[in-house]
């Protein structure tokens, strides 16, 4: 079988080449580019060590390794995503697209086709039912990475290969130490995603700008202050406001008028919602509902937390509707919203979060 291993010279991908030599294979290692190094110099990206400790893993086991360029394609795909979504006042999860148009996307077309199985370090796992193959959790519930690859479709998901999936960080960290890698001890990145390495409001002011607002207390219509823009500031957002009295939250955004309202305390009520509304939703592997009145009980993800929360799913049309058993924090328009089954074992598929703010 020929593997492409996609390694970031990062603890959890080094592991997953020496999980493929143990268990014979001989996968050919791909380190992909995207940065903005050339970019005015702003962006302190890593991926000359990367590729160093990339290249030590691929000598230390004997595998071909091709350094490849995505840049442009994240560019076009990613970066657009995200700045038109920062303009339309909603929340964008730049890392759930990479994986879906870069990392399995455009790879796939370029390079990825020529192999049978692409392998990653991401902790999730895959389910074989009557012929189909799920995305499922990881053994590790912590370090879970499924809510990220909520956006993959079916051929990405038959075609993946997660050799760390069933493993608990811990062990990876001890294989990598035990085999002496030099990523043994490296800290975490925080993705692929550039937006993880450089200054977010630098980078919005650069491609946005400023426009001035106001702030008002969402319970009392007092306005508190000044904003730069609403783009600056996201739902469930505490820190950067420059108020006094605080803690403050970012309730809601106005965008047509430019005001963001907040909330005052260090628990807001209003900062929590029990419905979700899923637009666009994509199921992974199949539809497995079809049609239906009535809900389904379910368990999800608004964002990349250790916790399912449990909820029922309504379809209206063509909108998937949440019902939660808990209060949620900070629903925002843009997220991903990512279904699990009952168990939270199998991702069922996701939709983008559409509630109405104003
Ligand atoms: N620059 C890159 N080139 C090739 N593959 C990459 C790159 N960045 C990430 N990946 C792949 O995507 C997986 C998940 O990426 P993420 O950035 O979440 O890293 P991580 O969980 O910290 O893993 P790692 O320790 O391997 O960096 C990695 O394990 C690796 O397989």
Redesign the pocket.
């Known amino acids: 079988m020929k593997i492409a291993?996609?390694?970031?010279?990062?603890?959890?991908?080094?592991?997953?080449v020496h999980q493929l030599k143990e268990q014979g294979y001989d996968p050919t290692i791909?380190?992909?580019?995207?940065g903005m190094e050339d970019e005015q110099g702003y962006i302190d990206c890593p991926?000359e060590e990367?590729i160093e400790i990339?290249t030590y893993i691929a000598k230390k086991y004997g595998c071909k390794m091709e350094v490849v360029s995505l840049h442009e394609e994240y560019w076009e795909n990613v970066v657009s995503y995200t700045i038109d979504a920062v303009k339309r006042g909603l929340t964008p999860n730049p890392?759930m697209m990479c994986?879906k148009l870069i990392?399995f996307g455009c790879f796939e077309q370029k390079w990825g086709h020529e192999f049978d199985k692409i392998?990653?370090?991401?902790?999730a796992t895959t389910t074989e039912i009557n012929g189909k193959t799920w995305l499922s959790t990881a053994k590790d519930h912590v370090?879970d990475?499924t809510y990220?690859l909520g956006q993959i479709d079916y051929l990405q998901v038959s075609k993946l290969m997660f050799p760390?999936g069933n493993l608990l960080k811990s062990k990876v960290r001890a294989i990598a130490a035990q085999a002496g890698l030099p990523?043994a001890q490296?800290k975490?990145?925080?993705?692929?995603?550039f937006l993880?390495k450089i200054n977010y409001n630098d980078f919005i002011r650069r491609y946005l700008g400023e426009r001035k607002g106001k702030i008002v207390e969402l319970e009392t219509g007092k306005i508190l202050g000044k904003h730069d823009g609403y783009w600056y500031h996201t739902i469930g957002q505490r820190k950067g406001l420059g108020l006094s009295g605080g803690p403050w939250f970012v309730i809601k955004k106005d965008t047509k008028r430019n005001i963001v309202y907040v909330s005052n305390g260090y628990d807001p009520e209003t900062q929590y919602g029990k419905v979700v509304n899923l637009a666009g939703f994509s199921f992974i592997t199949e539809d497995i509902w079809g049609d239906f009145n009535g809900s389904k009980d379910i368990t999800f993800k608004i964002r990349h937390t250790p916790e399912f929360t449990r909820g029922r799913i309504e379809k209206i049309g063509d909108l998937y509707r949440i019902y939660s058993d808990d209060k949620v924090q900070g629903i925002a328009s843009g997220q991903f919203g990512v279904v699990y089954d009952n168990d939270s074992k199998l991702c069922i598929g996701s939709g983008m979060i559409a509630n109405d703010e104003d």
């Open positions: 291993a996609l390694v970031s010279g990062g603890v959890d991908s080094s592991v997953v791909f380190y992909i580019r995207i991926a990367d990339t890392d994986n990392k392998a990653t370090g991401h902790y370090k990475q990220f760390i990523s490296r975490d990145s925080q993705g692929i995603c993880g």
